[in-house]
């Protein structure tokens, strides 16, 4: 299904990874903009991008990029976005609108908003989906299906612009909603910064445990530690960013979940069975919430696809008394 009519005549994505191509991709199927024009700080980046597709016009540089963009989208590490914005401010299009998709928005905000012309735009965003996957490969079209998209536009952004970017994200398959930086970087710091930061740390510490060999930690890699390692394997350079430009919301979220753990600890040391059951059973009852909400899959083992059993016959360890 395409929108009746493009939103947009002229794409300008700068960064073209998971995001920035599943947003080209996405884009595309929908027929959201007319022309799509793509740019990568790496020129391998750039020769991959055009192999694929998924742009009408791949260019070197980030002004040859907006020059006549009417959506302007940075897809680029959070750490970088301000020295982005200063070098395509010049050059952007009056009445353009100029967005991210940064994992924090706080910074953003304060880094990007000096550089951005009067006359233009500019609405930060955050599309809450993602893989642990990166690269101009690694993309698809539906990856914002049923996803969130926080938009947090400045308090004197234009309404028109945000309702706009707003039905661009829809047209996506995203859910939108909008909220200010300060309160996002507080919500994902809970939601996804310190989980991140808990997965780091316990692959960190299995890979550092001397007991346990590398190979048994990858051989007995069970399903907590398994998804863990799943979530560890996201971007470094995105995730150091994130961690560095949102450090205030994620050291206060730290800070809680180290006194909640402190409390886990002092009840497993002194027997209190009843403390844990309740404190798992309400944790239980925030996951069965993501899934009636349509935020997860409430399918066996997470929807894990599994191999079938063996046809063949299996070997006999050894053989009956009376055989």
């Known amino acids: 299904m395409t929108t009746a009519k493009p939103l947009f005549n002229r794409l300008a994505l700068i ?35 055009a192999e694929l597709g998924f742009a009408d016009q791949v260019v070197e540089s980030n002004t040859a990029a907006v020059e006549g963009a009417d959506l302007v989208i940075v897809s680029i590490p959070v750490g970088a976005c301000g020295a982005v914005a200063e070098e395509i401010g010049p050059h952007l299009k009056p009445g353009a609108i100029v967005s991210d998709v940064g994992s924090v928005k706080g910074s953003v905000l304060r880094d990007m908003a000096p550089h951005v012309p009067a006359g233009v735009h500019f609405i930060p965003a955050h599309p809450v989906a993602g893989t642990e996957h990166s690269g101009p490969d690694s993309g ?34 995203a859910n939108v909603e909008t909220m200010s930086a300060e309160h996002h970087d507080m919500v994902l710091g809970i939601t996804s910064h310190l989980p991140h930061l808990i997965a780091y740390t316990i692959v960190g510490t299995a890979d550092e445990l001397g007991a346990v060999t590398r190979s048994e930690v990858l051989k007995f890699s069970a399903g907590g530690f398994r998804d863990f390692t799943r979530i560890a394997a996201s971007d470094p350079t995105m995730w150091r960013d994130v961690f560095l430009y949102n450090k205030d919301a994620v050291l206060e979220m730290l800070g809680r979940f180290n006194e909640d753990l402190s409390q886990l600890t002092r009840a497993i040391r002194s027997g209190n069975g009843d403390a844990l059951f309740d404190h798992f059973t309400r944790t239980r009852a925030i996951r069965r919430g993501i899934v009636e909400i349509g935020q997860d899959s409430a399918a066996p083992d997470f929807g894990r696809a599994h191999p079938t059993l063996p046809t063949e016959p299996l070997p006999r360890p050894y053989a009956a008394d009376n055989e």
Do not use: H, M, Y
Not at 20 to 34: D, F
Not at 142 to 171: H, Y
């Open 15 to 49: 960064g073209t990874g998971l995001i920035g191509g599943s947003i080209a991709r996405a884009v595309r199927t929908q027929g959201a903009a007319r022309s799509i024009v793509a740019t990568s700080r790496s020129a391998e980046t750039r020769k991959r991008v």
């Open 140 to 173: 698809f079209a539906e990856l914002f299906v049923n996803r969130w998209c926080i938009l947090t536009p400045p308090e004197n952004a234009d309404q028109a612009a945000v309702e706009k970017l707003k039905s661009f994200w829809i047209a996506l398959g």
